[in-house]
């Protein structure tokens, strides 16, 4: 079943109104007054493969078409491994990362960021990406997925026929029939992932209550700290260290996200040492202190607006 879900928000008026109040008490109103209304005019669509063996490559479709009450939005780093493809060529879709400006091209793939992602947003967009589980990226890409570590590349330089496969997708009327077309593409090229790898995936989509130490993972992976590190950096392009520390983030990223818990609780449920650590790992990838991060957070895990129209 895949799950649909509809926004229709007309209160511009409203974001526009705490936009112009005075001084600091402005700021609470506009995040408060944003949250309500950052997805006006926006449909998105989700898909969570369940079953065997698609769900061993991927962890989620998704689809976007909006119109844009915003000039900009802000992505954080997210832990994915993700293929997006562009279907509003028509426009054009402009980003920032690691200092630097490009266009977004009809489909690129991402891996892991340790910086946000500042887009230019058009009036309006689409968009179609599938979230890949990452021990099963090197099947399905035939490289492994630590080669994508802080980078953005056009998928169609790599593969000529992501050409073709982006018209195909294009001409599907329906999200589900772009997700069955673009299944069938990744299922020929997926052979049998292994019970380590599918453990693997369980620890980078952060589904194992597993205590995110060297220690713990060695252990349970049944790998010596020196291979662990070495397929850690196939997979994430970092060592265990920084890729455990990254995942810590991630963690508590979810929980500001999606609970009401205090910031020392979430620290403390993230396997950060102290609140100090966690504050400064936080800001280290994001940019943003976990309070600001919790104020400015939209519907969507990872992604805030700025700059109404």
């Not at 926004?7 to 974001?15: M, T």
């Not at 790599?158 to 069938?184: G, T, V």
């Not at 070495?230 to 810590?248: I, S």
């Amino acid at each position: 079943m895949v799950r649909v879900r509809w926004i229709r928000i007309s209160a511009k008026d409203d974001l526009q109104k705490a936009v112009g109040k005075n001084g600091g008490q402005a700021t609470e109103a506009l995040y408060q007054s944003k949250r309500t209304i950052e997805q006006s005019k926006m449909s998105t669509c989700y898909f969570t493969p369940k079953n065997r063996p698609l769900s061993d490559a991927v962890k989620s479709y998704w689809q976007v078409k909006r119109q844009n009450l915003f000039k900009n939005e802000v992505i954080v780093p997210k832990g994915i491994v993700e293929i997006i493809f562009n279907f509003s060529t028509e426009v054009k879709l402009q980003a920032q990362l690691y200092d630097a400006e490009f266009l977004i091209p009809r489909c690129f793939v991402q891996g892991y960021h340790t910086r946000p992602i500042h887009l230019t947003l058009p009036a309006n967009h689409c968009l179609f990406g599938v979230v890949i589980n990452t021990a099963a990226t090197k099947q399905i890409l035939g490289f492994p997925p630590g080669e994508l570590f802080r980078q953005c590349v056009d998928l169609t330089l790599i593969h000529p026929s992501i050409d073709s496969l982006w018209y195909q997708l294009a001409e599907k009327a329906s999200f589900q029939e772009r997700c069955m077309l673009l299944s069938n593409w990744m299922l020929k090229r997926l052979s049998c992932v292994s019970a380590r790898d599918r453990a693997f995936n369980s620890l980078f989509t952060l589904n194992t209550s597993r205590k995110l130490t060297v220690a713990h993972i060695s252990d349970w992976l049944c790998y010596s700290p020196r291979q662990l590190s070495r397929k850690f950096y196939q997979l994430t392009g970092m060592n265990t260290e920084l890729t455990l520390l990254y995942l810590k983030y991630v963690k508590a990223k979810g929980l500001i996200h999606t609970s009401d818990l205090s910031l020392s609780q979430i620290a403390y449920l993230s396997d950060f040492s102290d609140q100090s650590h966690f504050v400064k790992t936080f800001k280290r990838y994001t940019a943003l202190t976990p309070g600001d991060y919790r104020r400015k957070k939209s519907a969507l895990e990872g992604h805030y607006f700025e700059n109404v129209r």
